[in-house]
């Protein structure tokens, strides 16, 4: 399955008393909302403090990527603040165009209990307390979230912005809590979803442009990759999401053989013992790399190509512009295949009636969705977007979309 957006995708489907919950919570935070509005300003200014607030994954963090150029292009004064889960605060850290990074371990994004615990609220409100200081003159949710809208009423942001359907799903919302409610935008990509809740702001909606991310603004902390590199990458957030590992090891002794090409594999923290894995059950040892994110954004925009599954690190490559090959399981390819040059996703998932997938639990775990892709298939595309893309020492190319 090549990277094309088919139609709409198949929604996520919430319970009832999820839904009524959400419209409740938007009820009573709307009633006391007088309490907590500040004044908004006749006119915007021409230096705005804009905040984008996105508590889940890494990867969701990253999607917001491809807003920063355009509010700088047209506000070039704008002090940009991100707001995101402390597991992601590296992201942006480093990056130029962000002036400030809050972030808070919120409790509803773990994929456990989403109670949390009493350190982790007052994380929470202290990271509100932040953002309410800053004085935020526009705020924007990229995912028609009540608990994010509900984060941007506390912290004061004059104008709020979002879309009232949660993504790619049936909850609805009434847009209460926002100055500027955005409707459930078509089916699309979520990069294209984040560009599209710039048109307040902007007065449109901005093309894509690749590469987002700008890993040669970091200061590099080790030599360049030379020659045409094979990023790997096993990770991934959910262990349905990933795929097995004697397919690795039939996939990398068979990219091992391909002539002057250099094989490495990447490994965040807390994915060492992963890799180490692998490497010990090879034939030939596989050169690995504990990185940090910084480090990561480094390695894979030397990379000719990235071979890796549905996360973090694979939407770090696409945001860079590096061909990318992912494999898709549970997660809602149309949503986040690669759309960098070259790139290919892999994905079956015909006889799956469960997809799309809620994450919590897998309903076939001994015959998943993932054991559907098999090692020819992706050595082929390997081979294939190897061949296409050419050295990775040549000039990665800007692409519109």
């Not at 004697?246 to 990447?266: C, F, H, S, Y």
Request: charged share 20%; with cysteine.
């Amino acid at each position: 399955m090549e990277s094309k957006l088919p139609g709409r995708p198949a929604l996520l489907t919430y319970s009832p008393r999820t839904l009524l919950a959400s419209r409740l919570l938007e009820r009573a935070l709307w009633l006391v909302s007088p309490l907590l509005r500040r004044r908004r300003p006749a006119a915007r200014p021409a230096s705005p403090t804009v905040l984008l607030v996105e508590p889940f994954q890494m990867g969701d963090v990253l999607s917001l990527s491809v807003m920063l150029d355009p509010l700088l292009a047209r506000f070039p004064a704008a002090r940009l603040v991100v707001w995101c889960h402390s597991r992601a605060a590296d992201v942006f850290r480093s990056d130029p165009r962000v002036a400030e990074v809050l972030h808070a371990p919120f409790p509803w994004s773990g994929r456990g209990s989403k109670r949390g615990t009493r350190v982790a609220w007052a994380a929470v409100l202290h990271s509100v307390w932040q953002a309410r200081r800053l004085r935020v003159d526009a705020a924007i949710d990229t995912r028609g979230d009540i608990r994010s809208q509900a984060l941007l009423l506390l912290a004061g942001c004059r104008e709020r912005i979002g879309f009232t359907t949660y993504v790619n799903s049936n909850l609805h919302l009434r847009g209460l809590l926002l100055t500027h409610p955005l409707p459930a935008p078509a089916a699309k990509h979520r990069l294209h979803m984040n560009l599209e809740a710039l048109a307040p702001l902007l007065g449109g909606v901005p093309p894509l442009t690749l590469p987002a991310m700008h890993a040669a603004e970091l200061v590099q902390d080790s030599p360049p990759l030379a020659g045409r590199v094979i990023l790997l990458h096993r990770g991934a957030g959910w262990l349905y999401r990933r795929w097995g590992l004697p397919r690795w090891v039939e996939l990398v002794t068979r990219l091992q053989q391909i002539p002057d090409a250099r094989l490495l594999q990447i490994a965040g923290p807390g994915e060492l013992e992963q890799a180490e894995e692998l490497s010990a059950a090879l034939p030939a040892p596989l050169e690995t790399l504990s990185t940090s994110f910084d480090g990561l954004l480094q390695r894979l925009s030397e990379a000719t190509v990235f071979i890796g599954l549905d996360s973090g690190p694979m939407n770090a490559a696409a945001l860079l512009n590096v061909p990318v090959v992912a494999l898709f399981g549970p997660g809602i390819a149309p949503m986040w295949q690669p759309l960098s040059r070259g790139s290919v996703f892999l994905q079956h998932i015909e006889d799956y009636p469960c997809h799309p997938c809620t994450q919590i639990t897998c309903v076939r775990p001994h015959d998943s969705c993932m054991t559907t892709i098999t090692v020819d298939e992706v050595f082929a595309q390997a081979v294939r977007v190897l061949a296409e893309c050419g050295s990775a020492t040549a000039a990665r190319p800007s692409a519109a979309f």
